[in-house]
């Protein structure tokens, strides 16, 4: 029988994120996560609606000028069985915005994605369940699509330690980190000093490091 997933929105945007900001996707946002950060703003349980792999690979199909589909959440890889039916069913780019923390299910279907935007949950994030052992084993496989980068969400509860740790895992396997400031709804309430001061400190243990906040918001855009 056909996989069956709960979808909470689809609609074409602008990718406000990361170092493919500006690029215009397809976003299909799942509506499982197995983590509950802190800041989470997403809304998993109301208007869901159901899609069979056929009926998402319809749906899919009426969007023709896009980048690439951005499989976001949630967590999408939640929902791997139904992912492996619906991506051998696509040739479409696909771009996966995932926590990082699901490694077995990511290695079940890394052949078929193109970007990995991945998190690095810090502990001050993610009422203090620390990741980076799951991050790392994620790593090993993420490193087999064509690209990878980690993002990692902060504000004034970072610390030392964790910049350290988050810095030599990336260093570790030479992957370009994203800086993102917490954002409180479209406002950035973390001072440029502040903000400056982390990104300093993670640039003088590892280099490969961007500092971009969430454009989508700056636009007002989705
Ligand atoms: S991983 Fe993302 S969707 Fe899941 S709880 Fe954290 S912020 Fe929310």
Not at 73 to 84: I, K, S, V
Not at 109 to 121: A, L, N, P, T
Not at 123 to 132: L, R
């Amino acid at each position: 029988m056909q996989s069956k997933v709960q979808i909470k929105e689809i609609f074409e945007s602008i990718q406000g994120e990361g170092p493919c900001v500006g690029i215009n996707q397809l976003f299909i946002r799942f509506s499982k996560c197995n983590l509950n950060c802190n800041y989470c703003d997403t809304d998993f349980r109301n208007d869901l609606k159901e899609y069979s792999v056929d009926e998402l690979i319809e749906e899919v199909n009426r969007h023709n000028n896009i980048h690439s589909i951005s499989l976001t959440g949630g967590e999408p890889l939640c929902d791997t069985d139904f992912l492996y039916e619906f991506l051998q069913k696509t040739n479409k780019k696909i771009y996966l915005e995932t926590n990082g923390t699901l490694y077995e299910q990511l290695s079940l279907i890394i052949q078929y994605i193109d970007i990995v935007s991945m998190d690095i949950k810090l502990p001050s994030m993610s009422n203090g369940f620390d990741h980076f052992f799951a991050h790392e084993q994620f790593i090993k496989i993420a490193k087999n699509t064509k690209e990878i980068f980690a993002k990692v969400v902060f504000d004034t509860n970072i610390t030392d330690d964790e910049i350290l740790k988050t810095a030599e895992l990336a260093q570790k396997y030479n992957i370009l980190l994203v800086l993102q400031p917490k954002m409180d709804g479209n406002n950035l309430n973390l001072s440029t000093e502040f903000i400056n001061e982390v990104y300093y400190k993670f640039v003088s243990i590892y280099d490969y490091v961007r500092l971009i906040p969430q454009v989508h918001k700056f636009l007002n855009v989705r």
